[in-house]
């Protein structure tokens, strides 16, 4: 059992930045892959950034290559997602999930954990 706490979320202006915490609680953190999902209002939870398990490969969607970063610490139990250059259209609840042993899938219904979510809110 997982349990996932995301922190970091909050308003910011177009073009600044946030960077997104995710606390996991239980046993074995790093025997699971992590990833990032959002979902906006009336829309399907998307892809946002993953790590496989074995921490070596990263994975991001088209529309934050390059901008965003995760990062994980197993030592503190925590995944993170630096998001720079944000936009208006990166406005949505941010998920943190955990997937035992996974590779990094792109699909959330990989994922077993979730968090609770964190709002990102990007004006403009």
């Known amino acids: 059992q997982v349990q996932l706490v995301e922190s970091g979320g909050g308003l910011v202006q177009a073009g600044g930045s946030l960077r997104l915490s995710c606390a996991a609680s239980?046993?074995?953190?790093?025997?699971?892959?992590m990833g990032w999902f959002r979902q906006a209002p009336g829309k399907e939870r998307e892809f946002v950034s993953a790590?496989?398990?074995?921490?070596?490969?990263?994975y991001y969607s088209d529309s934050v290559k390059g901008r965003f970063t995760i990062s994980r610490n197993n030592a503190k139990n925590t995944v993170y997602l630096q998001m720079n250059s944000l936009k208006p259209e990166d406005t949505a609840v941010y998920y943190c999930?955990?997937?035992?042993?996974?590779?990094?899938?792109?699909?959330?219904?990989?994922?077993?954990?979730w968090g609770q979510g964190t709002q990102v809110t990007v004006s403009s």
């Open positions: 999930s955990a997937d035992h042993y996974g590779s990094g899938s792109r699909d959330p219904l990989r994922y077993e954990y």
């Open positions: 790590f496989s398990w074995t921490g070596v490969n990263t």
């Open positions: 239980g046993r074995s953190f790093s025997d699971y892959a």
